[in-house]
């Protein structure tokens, strides 16, 4: 199938951007990558009369160190770009270890880190990398600017806190904290698929080795990104022994996560993988916050 009629405008900067996405609001629709975008207008599951093209705007493309020893990623920021950052291998490990497992490369030469999270997947790895990290989204409009945190951004599937006329323009991501370890696990049908189920892994240990701190944030577990509430504060101020990270990853799967039926998997299905890559996830983030230390 091809996509309905629609009018196309290719802005070269971010005002052009948002006084297009001002004027037309809801009919309008940002194009970043297309990864995403472009199949659901072709299968007719979206049909802006109005499509702002941002891959000209090249001040939306870089990754920059910020002061406070995190790391900023222009929203227009290629995911191959990302991959082979240097710096987001120093800075946020845990991002350098995603982006391989992002669909293929073919899409990773084209999909942006912006679109990835402003389409707000649920099966998405960065939708739940950018809760664990604690990510804060800058959001621009023509009436000016506003930062929101990951979790407030992410409302449902396919649901943000975006207004019509609003853009993701960066995402910012503190430092990680010392003593601190990272893990994602997925498990999907086949290579470069969406994920059946997935777990995103950070915790950081105090002086003694024990749990600290602990975010563990579930994909293709829910309609959004799925937090381990009450996995994570059984584990808080607790030595990380085999029992107390599996009685934490039954929680979890069990009681922290929504996952549904589908033609890939069953719910009971999906609890048991998130069960088994919630154990590996924290066993591998904890030896690396104690080889961090």
Not at 178 to 207: C, Q, Y
Request: hydrophobic share 45%; glycine share 6%.
């Amino acid at each position: 199938m091809k996509p309905p009629p629609f009018e196309y405008f290719a802005p070269a900067t971010l005002d052009e951007a948002l006084a297009l996405m001002a004027e037309h609001g809801y009919d309008a629709k940002a194009l970043a990558g297309g990864q995403s975008l472009i199949p659901m207008m072709n299968f007719r599951l979206a049909q802006p009369e109005i499509l702002v093209d941002l891959n000209n705007i090249s001040e939306l493309a870089y990754i920059r160190p910020s002061d406070d020893g995190g790391v900023l990623i222009g929203a227009m920021t290629r995911h191959r770009m990302v991959e082979r950052s240097p710096l987001i291998a120093e800075r946020a490990p845990l991002i350098y270890e995603t982006m391989p497992k992002i669909a293929t490369e073919q899409v990773r030469n084209r999909g942006t880190f912006g679109g990835s999270l402003a389409h707000a997947d649920s099966s998405a790895e960065l939708v739940a990398v950018s809760v664990a990290l604690n990510a804060r989204f800058r959001i621009r409009s023509q009436e000016g600017e506003r930062w929101v945190s990951a979790k407030e951004f992410f409302i449902s599937l396919f649901t943000t806190i975006l207004e019509p006329e609003e853009l993701v323009v960066e995402i910012a991501f503190p430092p990680m904290p010392e003593r601190s370890g990272w893990s994602i696990k997925e498990t999907a049908r086949r290579p470069h698929d969406f994920a059946l189920t997935g777990v995103v892994a950070m915790l950081t240990l105090d002086n003694e080795n024990h749990c600290q701190q602990v975010k563990l944030v579930y994909l293709s577990a829910g309609d959004g990104p799925m937090e381990g509430c009450q996995a994570a504060e059984t584990l808080k101020g607790q030595p990380l022994t085999a029992e107390t990270i599996q009685a934490a990853a039954e929680i979890a799967a069990s009681a922290d996560i929504d996952p549904s039926n589908d033609v890939h998997a069953t719910a009971e299905y999906r609890r048991h993988l998130a069960k088994v890559l919630t154990y590996q996830a924290l066993k591998e983030a904890f030896e690396r916050a104690i080889s961090n230390n």
